[in-house]
């Protein structure tokens, strides 16, 4: 296993569909094996494919609630079905969210409190999960990442602009740029 560099907004895998894995290969289980190590040395709660630059439907995650219960595990070539979204504004509060493909910044966007997933594992099993709050932003979050779709790509037009700014001042969106969990000083 080794941790993996993750790629930063401007990457082109971040920014196109993933294609389907078609089969569980050795290198896929060593792919999700890697992303696993990556993911925990970030700190992340879920990290895609192509965030470590595989354009693979493939993401991992990891959670513990409130109530410590921990909640980890891996999907392949996932299908999302969401809630429709509560109108309104999202709480800066409650409902603000990182990415380890822009570090370094929380912005409020407003996603579904619901969501029902199904995939596979790397057994080749079918996995269905079925989740409120945090996991299933989680899902969301990197559902989209599966899609070339980033968080910021969907805030608003005022923190689009701030996102879009600090991008620029850090000399990110442009292809090749990335940050290595464990080594670089970034705080994602």
């Known amino acids: 296993?080794?941790?993996?560099p993750i790629r930063i907004m401007g990457d082109p895998v971040l920014h196109a569909p993933a294609a389907r894995v078609d089969e569980i290969t050795d290198e896929v289980r060593a792919l999700v094996a890697d992303m696993f190590e990556t993911m925990d040395a970030a700190p992340g709660v879920g990290l895609a494919a192509p965030q470590v630059g595989v354009g693979l439907r493939i993401f991992t995650y990891t959670y513990e609630d409130d109530e410590g219960q921990p909640w980890r595990g891996v999907v392949i070539n996932p299908e999302l079905w969401i809630r429709p979204m509560e109108p309104g504004y999202p709480d800066p509060d409650e409902e603000s969210e990182g990415c380890l493909s822009?570090?370094?910044e929380r912005f409020p966007l407003r996603r579904s409190e619901a969501a029902l997933l199904t995939g596979t594992d790397l057994d080749g099993h079918a996995v269905r999960i079925e989740v409120t709050?945090?996991?299933?932003?989680?899902?969301?979050?990197?559902?989209?990442?599966?899609?070339?779709?980033?968080?910021?790509?969907?805030?608003?037009?005022?923190?689009?602009?701030?996102?879009?700014?600090?991008?620029?001042?850090?000399?990110?969106?442009?292809?090749?740029?990335?940050?290595?969990?464990g080594v670089d000083d970034i705080d994602a």
């Open 102 to 104: 822009f570090p370094g």
């Open 1 to 4: 296993m080794a941790v993996l």
């Open 133 to 181: 709050g945090w996991r299933a932003r989680i899902l969301q979050h990197e559902f989209d990442h599966l899609d070339g779709i980033l968080y910021v790509d969907r805030l608003d037009e005022e923190d689009g602009r701030v996102a879009a700014k600090i991008a620029k001042k850090r000399k990110w969106g442009k292809p090749g740029i990335s940050w290595m969990p």
